[in-house]
DNA sequence: CAAAGTTGGTAAAACGATTAACCAAAAGGA
DNA sequence: TCCTTTTGGTTAATCGTTTTACCAACTTTG
């Protein structure tokens, strides 16, 4: 049976008030009563409920975080900044994943809300998130991480620069002398697709360059969605030369594309992946990424949610920049 | 200010015992008051507190899991299908990277059984962990998953079958006529680790070859760790013709450092690796890996979580078999 | 020595639900 | 008609803590 407070003052001979001072420290105790309780607590490897505490204090000391999906690595290690930095500040973490499904999302936030979690950092799954605003209204702090939307008011934001990751990239490949560029994509109607998209007319438009929306591709973002969207793109336009990925699985999945329909890369298509995921380097050949810090995100959004519960009035959009880690898939060296 | 039932009592002119029973079902309310009720509740949005709720039914429908490691793909699926199916059954999770570190492990699960959460799944960190005892004792539900130890008596367990995994890679590679066969492996003093060598040296004296542990490195799991070790390892007997490797991430590594060797894979060095990870088709050469189904014993592990839950005597020990994924670098086809 | 602090400790009211026990009124049965 | 059930609803205890307000006993201080 599991002990509580109740039992431990019974066999100490003192009211639970005096337990719970000792635990907490919140008031001084004559130190023969202190070393009994002490004692009789250890004996009993007794732990305070934190359900009662959380009732009583009306805070959990635990966050949720609500991600999108998994499977991608930029997204696991956004996850992993947030754990780091919540576990150094001494919180839970209550991690859900809605697979994409708007509907779940909405259903989690409820969920995560009614359980009552202390804040929630989301990477939500669409730009379709009005039904925040219930929450924000009375003050439940959300912090939306990586995607965002300007609809939420009252919501800090911390992303990556979207519009110069997309720059860059295509930047990059037009320096090297590409003019028909496909993209290709795992998600729409999310801000960092948006923003990419912004980033890459943006260069298009400083080499007076046409843009011309049929050189995107939108696809599954897995291996084999990669694949058939690259497929597909190349056989519209058999005049790209160059191709920016968003997504390090489908980059994956369009390279064994590519190598079956035996082009070379990058003689043949140049290719830009997103996010330095492992096998990067070892990839023949070896794929050149523009990447968003991961863990750094993770670990803003933590601090940025910190401030956000004890200041209801933070309302700040931090962005971080891209870099290029240049390797062989793009032409470089 | 967040809403309570007492508010929404107050307001329908009802006891919050009523409102309590339209919100569960628990016992029958006329339609008239129902509706009003129902109205109310809507008007507000309002959720029941759950901290309350579990407060006094003294459960939580929340699970732990803890595991060891993240980055790993083997790990990120195992949680990904201890989620969907936790999701299924309608509980929380509640997940805690612990980064192999063995007090912190012990700290989150005090953690998570203070919160009250309703049992836990862990990855054990290592071999050490008598201290799950204190635990299983007082039939807290604790399911050991793909790391686990006899120690802990109580606990049921879903594993993989690791010794026939470290069997079928190697004796794959025997029939290829492999004599000396190298091992790279990540973590020491783990079941997974113990078992897959326990399976190699019996595919071993099964060609009657003899055995000698200097044909093993540890090293870390990450890329470099992978390079690292399999640098020492061909350095130290360049004897070796082939190369089993037990994750994702060291296998991506050897194979850069088995380029810079200048060495040919599968000819000079052939190699299996432990996991379908996504990148395995794309490597050059592709590589052949034996795999366990981390989706499958994610599952599984929920569903022996809730029979543990409703059956503390349960105790049974799941183990699923491995199968290979021939590619080129095992020298196949 | 009396008045004024200080100190160590306790009683009891929260926190927000669930649920067992109870009760009046309506319905059913003899 | 009177007695028994059923129905719809309420009262109050309970879950395990924290924390405010209070109190007695002891110390200081003037």
Same mark, same amino acid.
Request: aromatic letters at 8%.
């Given at each position: !049976?599991?002990?509580?407070?109740?039992?431990?003052?019974?066999?100490? &001979?003192?009211?639970?008030?005096?337990?719970? +001072?000792?635990?907490?420290?919140?008031?001084?105790?004559?130190?023969?009563?202190?070393?009994?309780?002490?004692?009789?607590?250890?004996?009993?490897?007794?732990?305070? $409920?934190?359900?009662?505490? $959380? @009732?009583?204090?009306?805070?959990?000391?635990?966050?949720?975080?609500?991600?999108?999906?998994?499977?991608?690595?930029?997204?696991?290690?956004?996850?992993?900044?947030?754990?780091? /930095?919540? /576990?150094? !500040?001494?919180?839970?973490?209550?991690?859900?994943?809605?697979?994409?499904?708007?509907?779940?999302?909405?259903?989690?936030?409820? %969920? @995560? +809300?009614?359980? !009552?979690?202390?804040?929630?950092? *989301?990477?939500?799954?669409? &730009?379709?998130?009005?039904?925040?605003?219930?929450?924000?209204?009375?003050?439940?702090?959300?912090?939306?991480?990586? /995607?965002?939307?300007?609809?939420?008011? +009252?919501?800090?934001?911390?992303?990556?620069?979207?519009?110069?990751?997309?720059?860059?990239?295509?930047?990059?490949? *037009?320096?090297?002398?590409?003019?028909?560029?496909? !993209?290709?994509?795992?998600?729409? $109607?999310?801000?960092?697709?948006?923003?990419?998209?912004?980033?890459?007319?943006?260069?298009?438009?400083?080499?007076?360059?046409?843009?011309?929306?049929?050189?995107?591709? *939108?696809?599954?973002?897995?291996?084999?969605?990669?694949?058939?969207?690259?497929?597909? @793109?190349?056989?519209?336009?058999?005049?790209?030369?160059?191709?920016?990925?968003?997504?390090?699985?489908?980059?994956?999945?369009?390279?064994?594309?590519?190598?079956?329909?035996?082009?070379?890369?990058?003689?043949?298509?140049? %290719?830009?992946?997103?996010?330095?995921?492992?096998?990067?380097?070892?990839?023949?050949?070896?794929?050149?990424?523009?990447?968003?810090?991961?863990?750094?995100?993770?670990?803003?959004?933590?601090?940025? %949610?910190? $401030?956000?519960?004890?200041?209801?009035?933070?309302?700040?959009?931090?962005?971080?920049?891209?870099?290029?880690?240049?390797?062989?898939?793009?032409?470089?060296?």
């Amino acid at each position: !049976m599991k002990v509580t407070m109740k039992q431990i003052a019974k066999e100490a &001979n003192v009211s639970v008030a005096t337990v719970s +001072h000792v635990i907490n420290g919140t008031k001084h105790i004559t130190e023969d009563k202190y070393n009994k309780i002490m004692q009789i607590i250890h004996k009993y490897n007794y732990k305070p $409920n934190s359900t009662a505490k $959380n @009732l009583r204090q009306q805070k959990t000391k635990t966050a949720g975080m609500v991600v999108s999906s998994f499977p991608d690595s930029f997204i696991t290690e956004m996850v992993y900044g947030v754990e780091e /930095r919540a /576990r150094e !500040m001494g919180y839970n973490l209550l991690l859900v994943n809605t697979n994409e499904d708007k509907n779940y999302e909405e259903e989690t936030i409820n %969920l @995560l +809300h009614s359980k !009552m979690v202390d804040g929630i950092i *989301l990477s939500p799954t669409s &730009n379709d998130i009005e039904y925040l605003n219930a929450f924000t209204d009375e003050d439940f702090p959300i912090v939306l991480v990586n /995607r965002y939307n300007n609809i939420v008011q +009252h919501a800090p934001k911390v992303t990556g620069d979207n519009v110069q990751t997309g720059y860059d990239a295509t930047m990059h490949l *037009l320096q090297h002398g590409h003019k028909k560029i496909g !993209m290709i994509y795992g998600v729409s $109607n999310v801000s960092t697709t948006d923003e990419r998209i912004e980033g890459y007319k943006k260069a298009l438009q400083q080499y007076n360059l046409p843009f011309n929306d049929s050189y995107f591709e *939108l696809g599954h973002a897995t291996v084999s969605g990669g694949a058939a969207a690259a497929k597909s @793109l190349l056989s519209r336009h058999s005049d790209i030369t160059a191709l920016f990925i968003q997504n390090d699985l489908m980059t994956i999945g369009a390279i064994s594309q590519i190598k079956d329909l035996l082009l070379k890369i990058p003689d043949d298509i140049a %290719l830009i992946g997103f996010g330095d995921f492992a096998s990067s380097s070892i990839i023949d050949p070896p794929v050149t990424n523009i990447v968003l810090p991961p863990d750094t995100i993770g670990k803003t959004a933590f601090d940025v %949610l910190l $401030n956000k519960i004890n200041n209801p009035d933070y309302t700040k959009h931090i962005e971080l920049p891209p870099s290029l880690i240049t390797r062989q898939s793009c032409g470089c060296k």
